[in-house]
């Protein structure tokens, strides 16, 4: 195949240029990248006979393309699976119909209002909605398929920042007498709370990420499931992309060296029915993987069984977070260790300080004032 090539065009702009049905067209792009991607998607329609001018697309036609040319290559299976639903269960229907070229500020709004209104879907979801609309149109000006992008002007519904429940004293010395009675997920609870690890992090947690001798932990992939309904289960990276090293306390170490050796031992017993392709920690006593939603369904049952029927698998995470700060550790510790890109980020979300910690603060102070005072 030969090798694609744009300019660099005086006003700024890279231009790719191919005949695409018997005429000599021009695409750009603010990188070079970009006008590449447009024209290979313009020959790719047309040996497939559905080429369209740009200057005709409908937003259908465009969000087609775009999710195929510019998303599913640079992006996660999950992500490429939630931006492919939201645009089939809510942006085709409301708006895909419409010329590219005639889309409006005024029928967007109305689009996310409807789905405020009509559809009473949270301001987060309508947000995420807005998300991918907003950069499948950002992309098109960059293209120049579009002079401005129309979401630009459009407001989003308020969202009110949701208070995190993590689990108090009293609610976590329960839920471990609880887990005690014979549960089969009672190491995977005790672990993800004791790290903070997301759920999918510690469902796809594999043994080569398990370091007994300097008692860390690498957090490095992640068990996901796509969105469409039938889709397999996989291993995917973080979701920041980024490994991360956890300092475990020792108990949770002591903990997976247990289920190692119990590991070993189970795949004596199944023999040839073993099957833990990923090397994962947290399988069955065949091997296989740990179903998330079954873990969720596991965990909703233990918490209305101690009086906690709202508690989420998250809020365990969360609960570490607070345990951290509360017994001390430092906010660039915590950050790291949940996996945060920025420690304000960390302190966005668990800021607000504890009734402890603000007594221990004055207690601090009041003993400085006494030692000054000496």
């Not at 014979?182 to 370091?211: H, I, K, Q």
């Not at 023999?271 to 079954?294: C, R």
């Amino acid at each position: 195949m030969k090798k694609a090539n744009a300019k660099l065009r005086p006003d700024g702009r890279w231009e790719a240029r191919a005949v695409i049905n018997g005429k000599r067209r021009s695409f750009y792009g603010e990188k070079q990248q970009d006008a590449i991607k447009a024209m290979r998607a313009a020959q790719k329609a047309a040996d497939d006979g559905i080429y369209i001018e740009p200057a005709r697309y409908s937003l259908s036609q465009w969000l087609d393309i775009w999710l195929s040319e510019y998303v599913q290559p640079s992006c996660k299976p999950l992500t490429v699976s939630t931006y492919r639903n939201r645009i089939t269960v809510h942006i085709k229907p409301a708006l895909g119909q419409i010329r590219l070229q005639e889309l409006t500020p005024t029928q967007i709004q109305q689009f996310y209002n409807d789905l405020t209104r009509k559809e009473s879907l949270s301001p987060k979801t309508v947000k995420n909605v807005h998300g991918i609309l907003h950069k499948c149109l950002a992309q098109a000006v960059s293209l120049r398929y579009l002079v401005y992008n129309p979401a630009d002007a459009c407001e989003l519904p308020r969202m009110e920042k949701k208070e995190i429940q993590p689990l108090t004293e009293q609610d976590i010395s329960a839920f471990l007498q609880a887990i005690e009675k014979d549960e089969p997920y009672r190491d995977l609870f005790t672990v993800t709370l004791f790290t903070g690890m997301r759920e999918g992090e510690v469902c796809g947690l594999s043994w080569d990420a398990v370091n007994f001798k300097d008692g860390t932990i690498t957090v490095k992939q992640q068990l996901q499931k796509g969105k469409e309904k039938g889709s397999a289960h996989y291993i995917s990276t973080t979701k920041s992309g980024k490994a991360r090293t956890i300092t475990a306390a020792p108990m949770v170490m002591d903990i997976l060296k247990r289920i190692s050796i119990d590991q070993k031992r189970a795949q004596l017993a199944a023999g040839s029915a073993w099957d833990n392709t990923w090397n994962l920690v947290f399988v069955n006593a065949v091997g296989h993987f740990t179903v998330p939603q079954t873990l969720r369904n596991h965990f909703k049952r233990i918490c209305r069984s101690i009086g906690l029927p709202d508690a989420r698998f998250h809020d365990l995470r969360h609960t570490y977070a607070c345990i951290s700060l509360q017994e001390g550790d430092d906010l660039k510790t915590v950050q790291q260790n949940l996996g945060h890109a920025t420690a304000s980020f960390t302190l966005d979300v668990y800021g607000h300080v504890s009734e402890k910690m603000k007594q221990e603060s004055a207690e601090r102070m009041n003993r400085f004032m006494q030692k000054v005072k000496a």
